[in-house]
């Protein structure tokens, strides 16, 4: 399984960016996958930022983002999505994207917890 990230760059304060992350599976494969967003900030530990279930609810979003980021998913194009508005500067970090297949009322929140791991995309934002 492949998870290619894409759609980081470097942006300023308050603008807005939509990255995304497509698997290499089956329509099918993808619709029974959890997938989550985490972000490695320079100098901290990976974090976890928000994820989305196979119904397509999410998960609470990480409290420093929450009200500006929005996961979604595209079953049909295989893809998860992670709009980020009024990004701010301590937004900067590897955005990563993971999936596993899971059961319906299940949705991982923890590292651990994922099989599948994109290459990360980098968005830097400007003050």
């Known amino acids: 399984v492949q998870l290619q990230a894409s759609g980081g760059g470097s942006v300023e304060a308050g603008d807005s960016l939509r990255i995304s992350c497509a698997a290499s599976?089956?329509?099918?494969?993808?619709?029974?996958?959890?997938l989550g967003w985490f972000r490695r900030a320079p100098g901290k530990e990976r974090e976890f930022v928000v994820a989305?279930?196979?119904?397509?609810?999410?998960?609470p979003y990480v409290e420093s983002v929450k009200g500006r980021f929005t996961i979604s998913r595209d079953n049909a194009k295989k893809t998860v999505y992670l709009q980020m508005n009024n990004l701010k500067p301590e937004d900067t970090a590897v955005y990563y994207c993971?999936?596993?297949?899971?059961?319906?009322?299940?949705?991982?929140?923890?590292?651990?917890?994922?099989?599948?791991w994109g290459q990360g995309t980098q968005v830097t934002v400007s003050s």
């Open positions: 993971a999936a596993k297949s899971t059961i319906l009322t299940h949705t991982p929140t923890r590292e651990d917890e994922y099989d599948y």
């Open positions: 599976v089956t329509m099918y494969t993808f619709s029974r996958y959890s």
């Open positions: 989305i279930g196979r119904s397509g609810g999410s998960t």
